[in-house]
């Protein structure tokens, strides 16, 4: 199964990496090619910058990075699933352990030139296997820092554990896809009107 991308941010996409649908357990990071395979596809890596890092470090190192992501993944969906019910609680334990991940990010500044000109930018490589999870550190920073929590929400459907941020005008989305949980609620609703007439 490919992984999803429903939840309208990469934090929530994140958590929706291991998924039951039908009460089966799914793992969409179970290696560290899977891990690499999702960055690429949540667009936070790119493909030549996957290219190099899985030529730079060795299976092992990468099947340990996605061994602590699924860590890390269960640990940030308990603290949202407190976060989107108690916004106003202390978490400052969970705070620090965000910042540390962030702290992994090595940033250094490039000048480049484009049609435009010369422009000084940063940039950000990854020179260890554990810097893979900088980027959903900040994803999960910005989450917390510029979302309202209420926003975050499991979908209704039947048996379905994805999550997704409700982007919608009225802040009324049920379902993580109208095209699959969404149909289902419909088909069983009018099932149930029928069984009842």
């Known amino acids: 199964m490919d992984p999803l991308f429903l939840g309208s941010h990469s934090a929530i996409d994140f958590l929706n990496t291991a998924l039951a649908p039908n009460g089966e357990q799914l793992e969409m990071i ?8 999702w960055l690429m596809g949540a667009g936070l890596l790119a493909d030549a910058a996957a290219t190099r890092i899985q030529r730079r470090f060795s299976r092992k190192a990468l099947d340990l990075s996605a061994a602590e992501a699924r860590q890390v993944r269960e640990w940030a969906r308990a603290w949202l699933d407190r976060w989107r ?14 910042n540390k991940l962030l702290a992994r990010e090595s940033l250094h500044r490039r000048v480049v030139t484009t049609s ?3 422009s000084v930018i940063e940039c950000s490589d990854i020179d260890s296997s554990d810097m893979l999870l900088v980027p959903i550190a900040n994803s999960f920073a910005t989450l917390i820092t510029m979302e309202e929590p209420s926003l975050v929400k499991h979908c209704a459907g039947t048996d379905c554990t994805l999550w997704f941020l409700d982007r919608t005008k009225g802040h009324r989305r049920l379902f993580c896809s109208t095209s699959v949980c969404g149909n289902r609620a419909k088909v069983a609703a009018f099932r149930e009107r029928q069984r009842l007439t």
């Open 116 to 118: 435009e000109g010369m």
């Open 30 to 37: 179970g290696d560290g090619n899977a891990w690499i395979r």
């Open 85 to 98: 019910t108690s916004p106003n609680a202390d978490y400052s334990r969970e705070v620090e352990t965000l």
